[in-house]
């Protein structure tokens, strides 16, 4: 069964700080892996994309990295802000073409003056 | 980042009445979906529909649920009897491709009541 577990739960960290959220999946045939960051209340907004031969891809202070063999990815945010605090969600698609999408359960991060 | 607009944004329906959500296209987006989130839980998937056909669909769209786009307009989902349990998020997300971006609307906050 095609399963996307994100650790941990939850997380409060100090504005400033760094952190870093983890997901394993176990999706195959894999396609790409995906983080979306997710404000209570709205709609999930897409951080990164990476396919299988991608290590690692950033966008601002976010940097997502993929192990391919293991199976895991991580998602790190530098110097955090308080705007970071949301859910953070890792996603996982099985494989090309319109095969819907593999939900975690999210990290809820929580940063704090 | 294209912009997806779902209408309404909050519904409150009581127990047994029909719902439709709405859901507006972009025109070089081939492929819908449809997901929720019940509050505290996670994002799962609904349908996927792709040229005017559902593609995909997961356990929880049973009979009471159905898609469709009509004369290539919004793309709506409908609950036909509503029961306390649809009480969730409905998120539309659309992507040009299976494997590309995938960007999700605001989402309709429906409440039976």
């Known amino acids: 069964k095609n399963q996307v577990e994100q650790s941990p739960q939850s997380l409060i960290i100090l504005e400033g700080k760094n952190c870093t959220l983890q997901c394993n999946y176990t999706v195959s045939p894999f396609s790409n892996l995906r983080w979306y960051k997710q404000d209570t209340g709205r709609g999930p907004v897409s951080l990164t994309i990476m396919t299988f031969s991608e290590n690692t891809k950033s966008n601002g202070r976010y940097t997502a990295t993929l192990d391919a063999d293991t199976k895991q990815s991580s998602l790190h945010i530098t110097a955090s802000q308080l705007s970071d605090s949301a859910s953070y969600i890792c996603v996982v698609s099985a494989e090309s073409g319109n095969t819907p999408l593999v939900f975690g359960k999210g990290t809820r991060l929580s940063v704090i003056a | 980042e294209p912009e997806v607009t779902q209408t309404p944004s909050h519904q409150v329906t009581q127990m047994g009445q029909e719902v439709i959500l709405r859901c507006v296209p972009i025109?070089?987006?081939?492929?819908f979906y449809w997901y929720r989130q019940i509050l505290g839980q996670k994002v799962e998937f609904l349908v996927s529909?792709?040229?005017?056909?559902?593609?995909?669909k997961s356990e929880i769209f049973d009979d009471q649920f159905s898609v469709e786009r009509p004369d290539g307009s919004n793309f709506t989902l409908k609950i036909r009897s509503t029961k306390l349990e649809d009480s969730a998020m409905y998120f539309c997300a659309r992507t040009r491709t299976g494997t590309t971006e995938a960007f999700f609307g605001q989402g309709t906050r429906l409440t039976v009541v």
């Open positions: 025109s070089n987006h081939l492929y």
């Open positions: 529909f792709y040229n005017n056909e559902i593609s995909e």
